[in-house]
């Protein structure tokens, strides 16, 4: 049974630049959530996806946006591409018990390494 | 919205030592709560999760953390650390009203000395 999976590992672009980024979750598993994870800091919220919309938000700008597939995997992009983006991207999958999106364990990607240069 | 606070950066202890984090959380309603632990090149991976019932959870390699509400603390405590438990570990909490989304704290670093 193949966990998350996410690709590339590592990505290096130029300020400017757009990236994409992508994520397959565990197998069973509908949800897709994205995590920014800044060197020496805790992963941050970004958003995250079921039945192919965005259902939350994290405290992030409008050139985060992201996909999720009838196959429920996902893609982030990143436009216009800051020195401060650089970061260790994560995914995260969980699945809908009954309705509800809480008391599920997510479970986390190996992540992208993005360096903005 | 929620916050998480790990007050300890960074700990170094010897093997066999025993093992206390501190997690603090700011959030007044039902909360359900995680230890995260990324090992070096590895993947975070869930050490233990409390979601209602007893306070005192039991995890993985021997991990356990206690949920005190009044206090609005998760600490993780192991009586006896291994060199093999040298890692990064997380703190995160859902607030129920939230959906699942995971609010995480800073992180401690454990360097445990063979």
């Known amino acids: 049974d193949a966990g998350v999976t996410q690709s590339p590992t590592h990505l290096i672009k130029t300020r400017g630049q757009q990236v994409t980024l992508r994520c397959s979750p565990k197998?069973?598993?509908?949800?897709v959530s994205w995590y920014q994870q800044a060197l020496g800091q805790g992963p941050q919220f970004i958003f995250q996806y079921y039945e192919e919309e965005e259902r939350q938000r994290g405290n992030f700008p409008d050139r985060f946006s992201g996909h999720q597939f009838p196959n429920y995997s996902s893609e982030l992009n990143v436009n216009a591409l800051l020195l401060g983006d650089s970061a260790l991207y994560l995914c995260?999958?969980?699945?809908?018990?009954?309705?509800?999106?809480?008391?599920?364990?997510?479970?986390f990607g190996p992540g992208t390494r993005l360096t903005v240069l | 919205a929620q916050s998480v606070s790990q007050h300890n950066h960074h700990v170094i202890l010897s093997e066999a030592a025993s093992l206390e984090l501190g997690c603090n959380y700011s959030?007044?309603?039902?909360?359900?709560l995680f230890w995260y632990v990324q090992y070096p090149g590895q993947h975070l991976q869930l050490l233990l999760k409390y979601f209602s019932g007893d306070p005192l959870v039991k995890g993985i390699k021997g991990f356990e953390a206690e949920f005190i509400k009044s206090k609005f603390s998760f600490n993780l405590r192991k009586p006896s650390v291994q060199w093999s438990d040298t890692a990064e570990y997380f703190c995160?909490?859902?607030?129920?009203?939230?959906?699942?989304?995971?609010?995480f704290g800073g992180g401690t670093r454990v360097l445990v000395k063979p």
């Open positions: 959030y007044g309603g039902t909360v359900n």
């Open positions: 197998s069973g598993h509908d949800t």
């Open positions: 995260a999958s969980s699945f809908i018990i009954t309705g509800q999106r809480v008391n599920n364990e997510q479970f």
């Open positions: 995160a909490v859902n607030a129920i009203t939230a959906g699942n989304k995971l609010t």
